[in-house]
């Protein structure tokens, strides 16, 4: 498969009166033409930042990207000058961001916010924008897109102006389409209903699609591959289907193991017990040690090593017997 | 974008019958119209004394007549025609010091709630200090270092109007450069001055023409205790403010010499008022009609 995306050992920080938070630290991954990936992870793990990296839209000061590259389409985005990177922001990367109400600009029609991204994509008659906005609004279902056009946003229901948002952010046909947190504010109903609309959209167009969320069950739902990220790092990585079968990090078992489960009834679910740490301290092993459960000696003094465990499949951890001992990953 | 608010469609939006405000208008068109005639339409020439005819009441009173419509002041001169010319005056110095500070105050304001950090620390102090300067004494100190002139009235009306204006649209851009559109916007490979241009002042474009049209009203208030002063527009040529001044030593005897001219000034304040109020309302998206849009 033709790769896309290739993230190699990100590293964003900021430089804070407190210190240097190491938002992300030391990030790889790839993604291929019209795959979609997930990044999960809690508050704070750094999947926004790592987001915002590949825009490069960190906000300088205090953050920075110190180290690492980011290719696409074997262009290496962080050596591009500023110009060169607002044309690859507006023709190859787009975004959904999480809140519809305030993803529309209020004092403008969506007709004319739609036509503002078609125009992004080519140049020549604008006779025929009216009717590609109108083509857009029914790609995403609007019913009776030509009414509404010349409606105001604020006529639109949430899930409405997210289908239109991710119109607009379809319109300018990017090749990655980077998707954060697109159904947190969404009621349940239409969360299912924006997604299904968002995979038949990448299905049809063969964007590349990085979905970040916290929220298992998208990724479950969308992505073919996924990353796992704690304190700003991806701790494990792998097919969807074997995260889920055999998590190998005790942090993502944890959280399996913190997932409603239908066939089972418990009384109560599992958590993991503790915080993340602060990220403006310097961690001298495994960020997850605290909460570990398996944790041996050296986790907390040693940077535990990348091991991969099955092909495409990687963690990030000390205790690599437990997983090839038992079939069943640590549980 | 820029369709959904083009000079054509704010023009439409003003002749479409229904509920806009008659009275304000109307008013406010008069005046415009005397500010264009000017002498032209004035009964006498507004400087032509009549010494015979000084202190003529106006003509409902005993010993007023028709001749004199609002009465005649301390040098015989008609009222009437003095405040006919001298609308020019004050409608060129609020027009003038209002774009002039206006256009200053927004570029201000946008740039300093965009960027925020030591751009915004510099630029809102420089506003705090401007406005915690009493005007009147910087148009005191302007008039006599340069001798009071229009021009000078105008500037001095700019360098506090600005610091106004700076406020206002920083605080609109602070709220609005949260919103997830110009995040959107970026990610879609706008430069910060399309975004701030494009994006964010058509969202503060109804705030700031309310602010606009209140300031009118303020304007020329402040031209007025300028020319009351005597730091304001020099004579002989009519001017409201100073006719209130001077006029200000008969109000027991001939009160309608400073009376008139001071209703004139609440008129035009009380119609821009009622003007912008109503202006907010049919210039912001939110508060249409479902359906009604367009």
Known sequence: MDELLRVK??????????????????????????????????????????????????????????????????????????????????????????????????????????????????????????????????????????????????????????????????????????????????????????????????????????????????IARMCQRAAVMYAGKIVEIGPVKELFDRPAHPYTAGLMRSLPKLEETVERLVSIPGQPPPLDVEIKGCGFYDRCDVGLELCANKKPPVVNINPGHEVRCWNTQRIEKGSKGCQ | MGMSLSPFRLFSKLLKPGRYPIVPIGVILIFIFLAVMGQSIAPYPANQMDLPARFVPPFWQDSGSMKHVLGTDDMGRDILSRIIVGTRVSFIVSLLSLTLGGVLGTAIGIVSGYYGGRIDSILMRTADATLAFPIILLAMLMAVALGPSLQNVVISLSIVLWARYARVVRGEVLSYKEYDFVALARVAGASGFRIMWKHLFPNIRSTLLVLLTLQVGWVIIVEASLSFIGAGIPGPDPVWGSMISKGRNYVTTAWWIPFFPGVAVAIVCLSFNMFGDWLREALDPRMRQVGGGG
């Not at chain 1, 992300?24 to 704070?44: A, Q, R």
């Not at chain 1, 985005?77 to 993803?103: C, E």
């Not at chain 1, 924008?129 to 995403?140: I, N």
């Not at chain 1, 609309?197 to 969320?213: A, D, M, N, P, S």
């Open chain 1, 9 to 218: 050992n990100l590293k964003t920080h900021f430089f804070t009166k407190y210190g240097v938070v190491k938002a992300v630290d030391g990030v790889s991954f790839s993604l291929n033409k019209g795959e979609t990936f997930g990044i999960v992870g809690e508050s704070g793990c750094g999947k926004s930042i790592t987001a915002l990296s590949i825009l490069r839209l960190i906000q300088e000061p205090p953050g920075r990207i110190v180290d690492g590259e980011i290719f696409l389409e074997g262009q290496d985005l962080l050596k591009l000058d500023k110009k060169q990177m607002r044309r690859v922001r507006g023709k190859k990367i787009s975004m959904i961001l999480q809140d519809p109400l305030s993803s529309l600009n209020p004092v403008f029609t969506i007709g004319s916010q739609l036509i503002e991204a078609i125009r992004i994509e080519n140049h020549t008659k604008p006779s025929g924008y009216w009717e590609k906005a109108r083509k857009l609004l029914e790609m995403v279902q609007i019913p009776s897109p030509a009414v509404r056009l010349k409606n105001w946003p604020h006529q639109l229901s949430g899930g409405m102006r997210q289908r239109i948002v991710g119109a607009i952010s379809l319109a300018s046909k990017p090749q990655l389409l980077i998707a954060d947190e697109p159904t947190t504010a969404l009621d349940a109903t239409i969360q299912v209903q924006f997604l299904r609309l968002l995979r038949e959209l990448q299905e049809k167009t063969q964007v590349g699609l990085i979905i970040i969320t916290h929220d298992f069950g998208i």
